[in-house]
């Protein structure tokens, strides 16, 4: 049995970083069903497909990671170092022969050895850059992981009440989403990461402008 584990929503600023990692008897039936790189499909093909998958897949294990959890957690380990540790939990679980994984560390080589020493059991790991474009197995896994995101972003949007965005600090809509909450509330939504160096920067410009207009009060009297 084979395993293909990938991650979506590593770089946003807004909402969870879903995990998925799931096993098949053999690649090809993935191939006929056309599964191919997330990134290269629309979401409502990413929908269609990931319904298929499920029922071909003999394993699937998604785990997902809150904006909170997750700045909670790079206090004690870097990003690379909590996707190692999930994607071992993952292995662990599904238990197969080989796992394929899209290595997030700039080291494959490395991202791979460190899933291993996780592990307490032997497992061929076969980490990649790019795994989701080479192998359909990490393929199928990769759109699994964005429409479980996809999901949670909508679910967040509409307990919000207004566009967020995709969640992306390259989406205009996103930083304005922040912008505008930080402008209302002086504090950050929940689903937002504060440990990113984008909130970093909004937080200082609104900390600048509090400054600015408690000095302007000042002058006045």
């Not at 990671?65 to 996707?83: G, H, V």
């Not at 997030?104 to 050895?113: I, K, M, P, S, T």
């Not at 205009?172 to 950050?188: A, C, H, M, Q, Y």
Request: net charge negative.
């Amino acid at each position: 049995m084979i395993c293909g584990i990938d991650e979506a929503g590593r770089g946003p600023v807004i909402g969870p970083l879903v995990i998925c990692g799931l096993t098949v008897e053999r690649d090809d039936i993935l191939r006929q069903l056309g599964v191919r790189d997330s990134k290269k499909l629309t979401r409502a093909k990413r929908e269609h497909l990931s319904q298929k998958i499920e029922k071909v897949a003999s394993g699937i294990e998604i785990v997902e990671i809150s904006a909170r959890e997750i700045d909670a957690l790079r206090q004690e380990m870097t990003l690379n170092q909590l996707e190692v540790k999930v994607f071992a939990s993952i292995i662990q679980k599904l238990a197969p022969a080989v796992a394929y994984v899209d290595a997030a560390d700039v080291d494959a080589e490395r991202f791979g050895q460190d899933i291993l020493q996780e592990l307490d059991f032997k497992v061929n790991v076969i980490s990649q850059h790019r795994a989701d474009e080479k192998y359909p197995v990490v393929s199928a896994a990769s759109i699994i992981a964005k429409v479980r995101r996809d999901m949670r972003i909508a679910e967040i949007e509409q307990a919000i009440g207004e566009p967020i965005g995709s969640g992306y600090a390259s989406d205009p809509i996103t930083v304005g989403f922040i912008k505008s909450w930080l402008s209302r509330n002086d504090e950050l939504p929940p689903c937002v990461r504060r440990s990113w160096d984008t909130t970093s920067r909004l937080m200082s410009l609104k900390s600048i402008k509090r400054i600015d207009k408690f000095s302007g009060d000042e002058r006045d009297d």
